[in-house]
């Protein structure tokens, strides 16, 4: 499958005129969403060695993972795990863990959230922790490096999305030889038009542990109930949000499929022109190779 994608950022000040814009152009109600991104790293193998177990997951057809592994020969891709996350359940989890704060079950940091130093402390992760992935519904995610810039007005790449029916997706991938290396979150809000997905969304890193010297986001593995938003800061400290105009075209090898596909993301690109500047992605920004 190949998704076919232009992108835009909208300032923080003009977030809730550009999302009445886009929910009147979509003609439907934005859709708030929170999505907790796990990203996975290979091991460097031999040519021509792939992992032999691959049984931790018995949901994911192995004509799929044979899909994914035939793309990525001679190159070795970051892999993430996705999860849409119950926004109204993780609000009640997270005011239960303030709850919790005043009789000592969690350490605090010194200081409150630096996008809003009024707020209350920070709760932050106890001991390292392997990502748990609870009782979400799992997909797996390969994202292709985009086609060379100039090809296409859009940028073009090939993507697998593999849904866990059921299993352990930490098990599988640790049976794929791919260990976990950081954790983010994305925010905001859906929509769609004809064909075309829409997301205005911002991401989100966690917080550097207390301990830590370095400035950077801590990339220890969070396990889901400790990895929030309220202990999260953002990427952008501007707030600014990203609009990501996608259109997935299922056989890529048919001009005809692509045509169409290009030709009503163009007419959105029109439609938009003066509220949200629609453009192709530096290309090596959305290269998901491992170095």
């Not at 004509?63 to 020969?73: G, M």
């Not at 704060?101 to 409150?112: A, P, Q, S, V």
């Not at 799992?138 to 086609?147: I, K, N």
């Not at 009503?264 to 453009?279: F, I, R, T, Y």
Request: aromatic fraction near 6%.
């Amino acid at each position: 499958m190949h998704e076919l994608l232009l992108f835009g950022q909208v300032p923080a000040s003009r977030h809730e005129q550009v999302l009445s814009i886009l929910a009147g152009v979509a003609a439907m109600q934005p859709q708030p969403f929170l999505e907790k991104h796990l990203i996975f790293k290979p091991a460097r193998l031999p040519p021509g060695s792939r992992p032999g177990h691959t049984g931790a997951v018995q949901g994911v057809p192995n004509p799929q993972i044979q899909a994914i592994q035939a793309q990525t020969q001679g190159d070795i891709f970051y892999l993430q795990l996705v999860a849409d996350v119950d926004i109204t359940k993780a609000s009640k989890d997270q005011g239960q863990r303030d709850g919790n704060l005043g009789r000592g079950e969690n350490r605090t940091t010194e200081h409150g959230n630096p996008l809003n130093p009024n707020s209350e402390p920070i709760t932050i992760a106890g001991e390292k922790a392997e990502p748990e992935t609870g009782s979400e519904k799992w997909t797996l995610q390969f994202r292709d490096l985009p086609e060379v810039a100039g090809r296409r007005p859009v940028t073009s790449r090939l993507i697998y999305d593999l849904e866990f029916k059921s299993g352990d997706p930490l098990a599988f991938m640790s049976a794929l030889d791919y260990t976990h290396v950081s954790t983010y979150f994305i925010s905001g809000h859906r929509l769609s038009h004809i064909s075309t997905s829409l997301l205005l969304f911002r991401p989100h890193v966690p917080l550097a542990p207390p301990s830590s010297s370095s400035a950077q986001p801590s990339s220890q593995p969070i396990s889901s109930q400790q990895a929030t938003l309220t202990n999260s800061r953002l990427l952008d400290p501007s707030g600014a949000y990203i609009l990501q105009v996608a259109l997935r075209v299922s056989d890529g090898s048919k001009p005809e499929l692509m045509t169409r596909g290009i030709t009503e993301l163009l007419a959105l690109k029109e439609m938009l022109k003066g509220v949200v500047e629609l453009a192709v992605a530096e290309r090596l920004s959305l290269d998901t190779r491992v170095r």
